[in-house]
């Protein structure tokens, strides 16, 4: 393979890489800290969502988005979960979260 050939595979990667976290992440805060690699903040963040959630301050639309996207930042960071995220993960996972993780896991 050339240069030229490595420089353009490279290159293609990053975009679908950009473009599959564009179009997976709606919540702006979970993506920086998601970029910023981050797992004890989106930790803290999770657990305030679901308090709020719990507390009736949360829609259960918003907090499925949240925590999906927290739980996808936080398997791809740190590579665990509890049994009970990985089946909320499973159960609410939305096509470009999934499209962002078969990109990812593609770029590892």
Request: overall charge positive; glycine content about 2%; hydrophobic content about 45%.
């Amino acid at each position: 393979m050339t240069l030229v050939q490595w420089c353009f595979i490279e290159r293609y990667a990053q975009m679908a890489t950009q473009a599959a976290v564009s179009k997976a992440f709606k919540t702006p805060d979970i993506l920086k800290m998601f970029a910023l690699k981050q797992p004890t903040q989106l930790r803290e963040r999770l657990e305030v969502i679901r308090r709020n959630h719990k507390l009736g301050k949360v829609t259960a639309a918003a907090y499925k988005i949240e925590a999906v996207e927290i739980l996808t930042s936080l398997k791809k960071l740190v590579g665990e979960l509890s049994a009970e995220e990985r089946s909320f993960l499973q159960d609410h996972m939305t096509s470009g979260l999934a499209a962002f993780e078969k990109v990812a896991a593609e770029d590892e």
